[in-house]
């Protein structure tokens, strides 16, 4: 009987896609167009050698790229630095309304660089809200936030709760009971976390700090509106100014080349070391809380502190900037600040819709092909994370100008950069999603005579659907940040909350972008709730 059994088990394999031709077909095709901007970047920077090889000798490129490593090492250490004591307070302490704090704290990543960093540079200056709130008290002059020292405070405020997120979440699947041994051997709870705690945790730590890294060496507005002549903006500038193609080309290689050098860090970080051990589900119903004691004090007041820096002052700043202009009789463009929103909305709505219908069969056919083809069509489909937007938007530049000139500076170039840069994003939520279900209800779909094609878009794809939208909402929430693939592709005369944000910011307008930068905050929030809610409830009601 059993025999049987096992017969038609491999009789019958578990659906978890239409196993087809067509489909593999289909999601090769997609993951090899992701891989034209990088191709055609290797292919542009080889036609104009000679010049390829005049930028790469110049002194100017080494110091941007020392200037860039350096950013990127600062910001990462600072971002691991603050988060990691901040995701201990918050999983592993009796600190009072860990979980309240544990929300607030990641709020961060809702704020785009760009505002934060023009919100900073106007808080901070003479007329700013901080400067007319010391001034009674005779301060007179505020340091400056330009330059490297801007650029290091703006990032690593905005980037912390990468860290965070992936370090408390390592911290919940640790087993109390090594902490418990530990402390009954005689170590104190400061020299437990450090000998036992955070070692588990380094693989967690350094996949955070890849995003940091990942996410500094790929900004671009921050850097532009504090003046820091990072690669990004030496590439952005080096084709609006000089029109210099080739070396706009070559510059976004060696992006391309650090990020790689970057990824085998990380993977090498992550080998080396102990790995956390997973609690039991007993041990992780009853985990095990340090008290903090006389510190308790110490760590609201550091929360307090971290709340304060990265969302109270930027808040502040953007009302204070946005009353101060209506007081004076700055009239804001009403039409003008709808047209941004519907222009963002319309842009992010079908750069999800895009993206999404490009990842179905990429996940599909990733998660159902037999052997390693599947596996490695996977992680082709994450070229795109490796590729920061400037060097996407370039590409995609060269691709119009070279092979369509009549799509160039048009919305199906801009949504065709989208959904090489946000692949990943719905990639992973769909396979993610596909990885959840159980093949037991697929199998007996098989069993009871239905068809692949006909078990995947009746059953597979409807209990993954909570996933599926949750990609969608994550690509809503990064294309409608997206500034500088908007800039460099968007069509003339289209203008974004992003766009208007940053020529404001750059042009020192303050006023005038905080407008702009409220809308885009309101407009963000909405799929960031539904990441942090929507989609949590959904994905309970499919495990039921």
Known sequence: MRAITVARRRAVPVPVAPRTWLLRAAAAAIVVVALLPLGYLALRAAQGSDAALAVLRRPQTA?????????????????????????????????PGRRAWSVVLALPLVVPSYVSAYLYSAALGPRGSLGVALAPLGVE???????????????????????????????????????????????GPWATFLRVTLPGLRPSIAAGALLVALYTLRDFGAVSVLRFDALSQVIYLTLRASLDRPGAATLSLVVVGITVAVLGLERLVASRGPRAVAATARAAAVPLRVPLGRWRVAALLGCAATVLLALALPGIELGFELARGLARGQVIDGGRLLGALRNSAVAAGLAAAATVLAALPVAAAARSWPGGAGRWLGRLSYTGLALPPITVALAVVFLGLGVVPALYQTLPLLVFAYVVLFLPEAVGYDEAAFAQLSPGIEESA???????????????LPL?????????????????????????????????????????????????????????????????????????????????
């Open 63 to 95: 110091w941007t790229v020392l200037r860039t490593l350096a950013l990127m090492a600062a910001v990462t250490a600072t971002a691991v630095a603050l988060a990691v004591p901040l995701a201990w307070l918050t999983t592993s302490t009796d600190l």
């Open 141 to 187: 002059r505020l340091p400056r936030v330009v330059g490297f020292v801007g650029a290091w405070l703006v990032l690593s405020l905005a980037t912390y709760p990468y860290v965070l997120l992936t370090a408390q979440s390592a911290l919940r699947r640790l087993d109390p009971a090594l902490t418990e041994a530990s402390r009954s051997l005689g170590r």
């Open 446 to 460: 098989r069993v009871l005579g239905r068809s692949p094609a006909a078990v995947f878009r009746t059953i597979t």
């Open 464 to 544: 993954a659907a909570p996933g599926v939208a949750a990609g969608a909402a994550l690509v809503f929430l990064t294309a409608v940040k997206e500034l500088p693939a908007t800039l460099l592709l968007g069509p003339y005369g289209f203008h974004t909350l992003a766009t208007e944000v940053w020529s404001a910011a750059t042009e020192g307008r303050q006023a005038q972008a905080a407008a702009p930068a409220l809308a885009l905050l309101i407009v963000a929030s909405i799929p960031s709730a539904w990441l942090a809610f929507g989609w949590d409830r959904g994905r309970r009601r499919g495990d039921r």
